[in-house]
Protein backbone atom coordinates (compact mmCIF):
# COMPACT_ATOMS: atom_id res chain seq x y z
CA UNK A 1 0.00 0.00 0.00
CA UNK A 2 1.55 3.53 -0.92
CA UNK A 3 0.74 5.80 1.78
CA UNK A 4 2.75 9.12 0.45
CA UNK A 5 1.36 12.46 -0.04
CA UNK A 6 2.58 12.36 -3.81
CA UNK A 7 1.13 9.41 -4.53
CA UNK A 8 -2.08 10.30 -3.35
CA UNK A 9 -1.84 13.82 -4.86
CA UNK A 10 -1.29 11.93 -8.27
CA UNK A 11 -4.31 9.75 -9.43
CA UNK A 12 -3.82 6.56 -11.50
CA UNK A 13 -3.78 7.36 -15.10
CA UNK A 14 -3.83 11.18 -15.39
CA UNK A 15 -0.17 11.74 -16.51
CA UNK A 16 -1.38 9.78 -19.37
CA UNK A 17 -0.58 5.42 -20.04
CA UNK A 18 2.55 5.84 -20.70
CA UNK A 19 3.84 7.17 -17.07
CA UNK A 20 4.01 3.56 -14.33
CA UNK A 21 2.21 5.21 -11.64
CA UNK A 22 3.91 2.99 -8.83
CA UNK A 23 7.89 3.55 -9.86
CA UNK A 24 6.74 7.50 -9.41
CA UNK A 25 5.40 6.73 -5.99
CA UNK A 26 8.07 4.32 -5.14
CA UNK A 27 10.61 7.30 -5.79
CA UNK A 28 8.45 9.90 -3.94
CA UNK A 29 8.59 7.63 -1.10
CA UNK A 30 12.62 7.21 -1.63
CA UNK A 31 13.11 10.62 -1.24
CA UNK A 32 10.98 11.93 1.95
CA UNK A 33 12.67 8.74 3.44
CA UNK A 34 16.18 10.48 2.48
CA UNK A 35 15.18 13.62 3.10
CA UNK A 36 13.97 12.91 7.21
CA UNK A 37 16.92 10.68 7.38
CA UNK A 38 19.15 14.15 6.11
CA UNK A 39 17.18 15.92 8.98
CA UNK A 40 17.70 13.17 11.47
CA UNK A 41 21.33 13.05 10.70
CA UNK A 42 21.80 16.64 10.92
CA UNK A 43 19.74 17.46 14.48
CA UNK A 44 22.16 14.32 15.81
CA UNK A 45 25.27 15.81 14.52
CA UNK A 46 24.30 19.36 16.27
CA UNK A 47 23.07 17.70 19.62
CA UNK A 48 26.71 15.83 19.87
CA UNK A 49 28.87 19.05 18.87
CA UNK A 50 27.12 20.86 21.54
CA UNK A 51 27.11 18.02 24.24
CA UNK A 52 30.87 17.63 23.22
CA UNK A 53 31.42 21.69 23.83
CA UNK A 54 29.85 21.40 27.06
CA UNK A 55 32.09 18.84 28.18
CA UNK A 56 35.26 19.95 27.25
CA UNK A 57 34.31 23.25 28.69
CA UNK A 58 33.20 21.84 32.33
CA UNK A 59 36.35 19.46 32.09
CA UNK A 60 39.09 21.95 31.29
CA UNK A 61 40.49 22.32 34.92
CA UNK A 62 40.85 25.84 36.02
CA UNK A 63 44.45 25.96 36.05
CA UNK A 64 44.90 25.75 32.04
CA UNK A 65 41.99 28.77 31.51
CA UNK A 66 43.62 32.23 31.46
CA UNK A 67 42.73 34.42 34.00
CA UNK A 68 39.51 36.33 32.98
CA UNK A 69 38.92 34.02 29.87
CA UNK A 70 35.49 33.32 28.36
CA UNK A 71 34.46 31.14 25.51
CA UNK A 72 32.61 33.12 22.90
CA UNK A 73 30.15 30.73 20.70
CA UNK A 74 29.92 32.37 17.18
CA UNK A 75 27.65 29.37 15.28
CA UNK A 76 26.80 25.87 15.77
CA UNK A 77 29.71 24.86 13.85
CA UNK A 78 31.68 25.38 17.49
CA UNK A 79 34.04 28.12 16.47
CA UNK A 80 35.50 29.72 19.34
CA UNK A 81 37.02 32.60 19.63
CA UNK A 82 39.07 33.13 23.18
CA UNK A 83 39.12 36.44 25.14
CA UNK A 84 42.59 36.96 27.39
CA UNK A 85 43.30 38.98 30.08
CA UNK A 86 45.83 41.25 27.24
CA UNK A 87 41.87 41.57 25.09
CA UNK A 88 39.59 41.92 27.67
CA UNK A 89 42.30 44.97 29.01
CA UNK A 90 42.18 43.71 32.69
CA UNK A 91 44.75 45.36 34.54
CA UNK A 92 47.78 43.70 35.79
CA UNK A 93 49.26 43.41 39.56
CA UNK A 94 51.57 46.66 37.97
CA UNK A 95 49.12 48.88 36.53
CA UNK A 96 47.46 48.56 39.84
CA UNK A 97 50.13 49.52 42.03
CA UNK A 98 51.17 52.57 39.45
CA UNK A 99 47.72 53.72 39.77
CA UNK A 100 47.48 53.36 43.62
CA UNK A 101 50.80 55.63 43.59
CA UNK A 102 49.71 58.12 41.20
CA UNK A 103 46.48 58.58 43.51
CA UNK A 104 47.97 61.02 46.30
CA UNK A 105 50.19 62.74 44.33
CA UNK A 106 47.24 63.88 42.26
CA UNK A 107 45.47 64.48 45.46
CA UNK A 108 48.16 66.83 46.37
CA UNK A 109 48.28 68.87 42.75
CA UNK A 110 44.59 68.82 43.10
CA UNK A 111 44.97 70.89 46.42
CA UNK A 112 47.55 73.45 45.57
CA UNK A 113 45.74 74.29 42.55
CA UNK A 114 43.04 74.85 45.04
CA UNK A 115 44.77 76.85 47.02
CA UNK A 116 46.07 79.16 44.37
CA UNK A 117 42.59 79.70 42.91
CA UNK A 118 41.00 80.15 46.15
CA UNK A 119 40.16 83.95 46.95
CA UNK A 120 42.52 85.55 49.88
CA UNK A 121 40.05 86.73 52.58
CA UNK A 122 42.89 87.97 54.24
CA UNK A 123 43.73 92.19 53.87
CA UNK A 124 47.18 92.29 53.08
CA UNK A 125 47.07 95.71 52.86
CA UNK A 126 45.57 97.07 55.75
CA UNK A 127 46.97 100.49 54.90
CA UNK A 128 44.93 100.83 51.83
CA UNK A 129 42.04 102.20 53.53
CA UNK A 130 41.67 105.73 53.33
CA UNK A 131 40.27 109.17 50.95
CA UNK A 132 42.20 109.53 48.15
CA UNK A 133 42.11 112.79 45.94
CA UNK A 134 43.62 114.74 42.55
CA UNK A 135 44.02 118.25 42.09
CA UNK A 136 42.32 119.89 39.10
CA UNK A 137 45.59 119.68 36.81
CA UNK A 138 45.86 116.04 37.38
CA UNK A 139 42.27 115.66 36.88
CA UNK A 140 42.81 117.26 32.89
CA UNK A 141 46.16 115.39 32.15
CA UNK A 142 43.89 111.96 33.07
CA UNK A 143 40.58 112.96 30.96
CA UNK A 144 43.02 113.71 28.20
CA UNK A 145 44.40 109.84 28.44
CA UNK A 146 41.20 108.46 28.81
CA UNK A 147 39.87 109.72 26.06
CA UNK A 148 43.67 108.53 23.90
CA UNK A 149 43.05 105.11 25.43
CA UNK A 150 39.13 105.04 24.53
CA UNK A 151 39.89 106.49 20.86
CA UNK A 152 42.44 103.46 20.44
CA UNK A 153 40.27 100.95 21.63
CA UNK A 154 37.46 101.74 18.67
CA UNK A 155 39.90 102.54 16.03
CA UNK A 156 38.98 99.37 14.31
CA UNK A 157 35.40 99.65 14.61
CA UNK A 158 33.07 100.56 11.88
CA UNK A 159 32.34 104.44 11.43
CA UNK A 160 28.51 103.43 12.46
CA UNK A 161 29.51 101.97 15.60
CA UNK A 162 32.29 104.27 16.51
CA UNK A 163 30.77 107.18 17.66
CA UNK A 164 28.01 104.80 19.58
CA UNK A 165 30.41 103.10 21.47
CA UNK A 166 32.55 106.32 22.35
CA UNK A 167 29.84 108.00 23.94
CA UNK A 168 29.16 105.09 26.07
CA UNK A 169 32.41 104.51 27.28
CA UNK A 170 33.10 108.20 28.01
CA UNK A 171 30.33 107.68 30.01
CA UNK A 172 30.86 104.93 32.15
CA UNK A 173 34.81 106.07 32.05
CA UNK A 174 35.35 109.64 33.83
CA UNK A 175 38.22 111.23 35.01
CA UNK A 176 37.12 110.88 38.96
CA UNK A 177 38.43 113.41 41.32
CA UNK A 178 38.47 111.33 44.47
CA UNK A 179 38.41 107.87 45.57
CA UNK A 180 37.28 106.30 49.02
CA UNK A 181 38.68 103.12 50.06
CA UNK A 182 37.12 101.23 53.11
CA UNK A 183 37.36 97.79 54.48
CA UNK A 184 36.36 95.77 57.74
CA UNK A 185 36.45 91.73 58.37
CA UNK A 186 32.96 91.43 56.44
CA UNK A 187 33.34 93.75 53.57
CA UNK A 188 35.49 95.80 51.12
CA UNK A 189 34.05 98.93 49.89
CA UNK A 190 35.04 101.85 46.82
CA UNK A 191 33.36 105.32 46.27
CA UNK A 192 34.63 107.55 43.31
CA UNK A 193 33.45 111.30 43.49
CA UNK A 194 30.09 111.26 45.28
CA UNK A 195 28.94 108.19 43.75
CA UNK A 196 27.28 105.45 45.70
CA UNK A 197 29.95 103.12 47.37
CA UNK A 198 30.63 99.85 45.83
CA UNK A 199 30.26 97.19 48.82
CA UNK A 200 31.58 93.78 48.39
CA UNK A 201 32.29 90.73 50.52
CA UNK A 202 35.92 90.77 51.88
CA UNK A 203 36.80 86.91 51.41
CA UNK A 204 35.86 87.42 47.57
CA UNK A 205 32.67 86.20 46.62
CA UNK A 206 30.80 87.54 44.39
CA UNK A 207 27.54 90.12 44.88
CA UNK A 208 24.99 92.16 43.27
CA UNK A 209 25.29 95.82 42.77
CA UNK A 210 23.02 98.37 41.36
CA UNK A 211 24.53 101.54 39.55
CA UNK A 212 22.89 104.74 39.69
CA UNK A 213 21.34 104.36 36.05
CA UNK A 214 19.57 101.34 36.92
CA UNK A 215 22.10 98.67 35.18
CA UNK A 216 22.81 95.35 37.81
CA UNK A 217 26.35 94.47 37.61
CA UNK A 218 28.29 91.31 39.57
CA UNK A 219 31.17 93.03 41.97
CA UNK A 220 34.14 91.16 43.60
CA UNK A 221 37.09 92.16 45.70
CA UNK A 222 39.92 90.10 45.59
CA UNK A 223 43.80 90.24 47.15
CA UNK A 224 47.08 89.77 44.91
CA UNK A 225 49.73 90.27 47.31
CA UNK A 226 49.14 93.90 48.89
CA UNK A 227 46.99 94.80 45.65
CA UNK A 228 43.53 94.95 45.54
CA UNK A 229 41.45 94.11 42.38
CA UNK A 230 37.94 95.22 42.05
CA UNK A 231 35.75 93.50 39.50
CA UNK A 232 32.42 94.60 37.88
CA UNK A 233 30.72 91.97 34.79
CA UNK A 234 27.84 92.91 32.77
CA UNK A 235 26.13 91.20 29.73
CA UNK A 236 27.94 93.43 27.46
CA UNK A 237 31.39 93.41 29.24
CA UNK A 238 33.36 93.79 32.22
CA UNK A 239 35.71 95.93 34.04
CA UNK A 240 38.64 95.86 36.45
CA UNK A 241 40.57 98.14 38.83
CA UNK A 242 43.72 97.48 40.45
CA UNK A 243 44.57 99.41 43.56
CA UNK A 244 48.23 99.72 44.40
CA UNK A 245 49.79 102.25 47.21
CA UNK A 246 52.95 103.24 46.92
CA UNK A 247 55.89 102.72 48.80
CA UNK A 248 55.23 106.32 50.73
CA UNK A 249 51.81 104.99 51.81
CA UNK A 250 50.69 108.27 50.14
CA UNK A 251 50.27 108.01 46.13
CA UNK A 252 47.83 105.50 44.78
CA UNK A 253 47.73 104.07 41.45
CA UNK A 254 44.46 102.55 39.62
CA UNK A 255 44.97 100.50 36.70
CA UNK A 256 41.41 100.18 35.04
CA UNK A 257 40.89 97.79 32.30
CA UNK A 258 37.47 97.64 29.92
CA UNK A 259 36.76 94.51 28.06
CA UNK A 260 33.87 93.87 25.64
CA UNK A 261 33.09 91.31 22.62
CA UNK A 262 32.44 94.66 20.94
CA UNK A 263 35.77 96.15 21.71
CA UNK A 264 38.13 95.31 19.41
CA UNK A 265 40.82 96.10 22.00
CA UNK A 266 40.38 96.73 25.22
CA UNK A 267 40.45 100.07 27.55
CA UNK A 268 43.38 100.75 29.41
CA UNK A 269 44.37 103.32 31.36
CA UNK A 270 45.51 104.99 34.98
CA UNK A 271 43.82 107.19 37.70
CA UNK A 272 46.55 108.68 40.18
CA UNK A 273 45.58 109.83 43.73
CA UNK A 274 47.17 111.42 46.79
CA UNK A 275 46.36 110.68 50.09
CA UNK A 276 44.10 113.09 52.23
CA UNK A 277 43.12 111.19 54.89
CA UNK A 278 43.48 107.81 56.39
CA UNK A 279 45.68 105.52 58.83
Known amino acids: ?71 MRVNWLSRRREVTEETMQVPTRHARCGRATLRPILAACACLVALALAPDARADNPALPGVYVNDQQNGAAIGSAIDAAIDAAIEKMSFIKRPIARRRLKKTNAAHHRVTVGLTAQEISVAFDDNQPVRMPADGRTAKWTREDGEVFDVAARWTNDRLVQSFKAADGERTNTFTLGPDGRALDVQVEVKSPQLPEPVRYALTFERQSGP
Open 1 to 71: MVSSPWCRAIPPGRLGARFDHRALCREAEHAEKVDAADGRWWTERRGSIRAKNRSEETSQPAAVRPAGARM
